[in-house]
């Protein structure tokens, strides 16, 4: 596993790569595992590039190879959230009728917290039933940011 940080208009951001795919993202307020290896792949090369793109507003959808760790559960949630269109949002409920399972916004709710790659998978797309902005990893701010990139809100 290997990291590298850069230094974005959003801020400080740390990607890692395991076996030629991103399995995280931190943000500069994240605990980051001691046991990561600092490296410059050519994956979180790339994915820089397109995050830098993203935020400059000339990257709309992420082409790189995803990992993340988690349930299946967890990895259903976030396979929906891939499928949020850039520009647009949903909320808990839309996403826990759309996996199957109407009934489990808030078990939704807690695997978008736990979303190991938040941005290149759009959690901040995900907001609450009646419009407000939800938690957010790297903080509410950020989250109203990544909206305004995308021009929602």
Known sequence: ??????????????????????????????????????????????????????IEGTVKEFELPLEPDGTIFMKKVWSSLCKIPYGETRNYKEIA??????????????????????????????IGKNGSLTGYAGGLELKKKLLEIEKIK
């Open 1 to 54: 596993m290997y990291i590298f940080f850069y230094k974005l208009k959003i801020g400080k951001i740390g990607i890692v790569e395991k076996n030629g795919k991103v399995t995280n993202l931190y943000f500069s307020n994240d605990k980051i595992p001691k046991d990561i290896e600092v490296n410059e792949t050519p994956i979180l090369k790339e994915a820089a590039r397109q995050l830098n793109g993203y």
């Open 97 to 126: 009728t759309e996996i199957g399972n109407h009934n489990a916004s808030r078990a939704v709710g807690l695997a978008n917290n736990r979303n190991p790659i938040p941005i290149f998978i759009p959690c901040h797309r995900v």
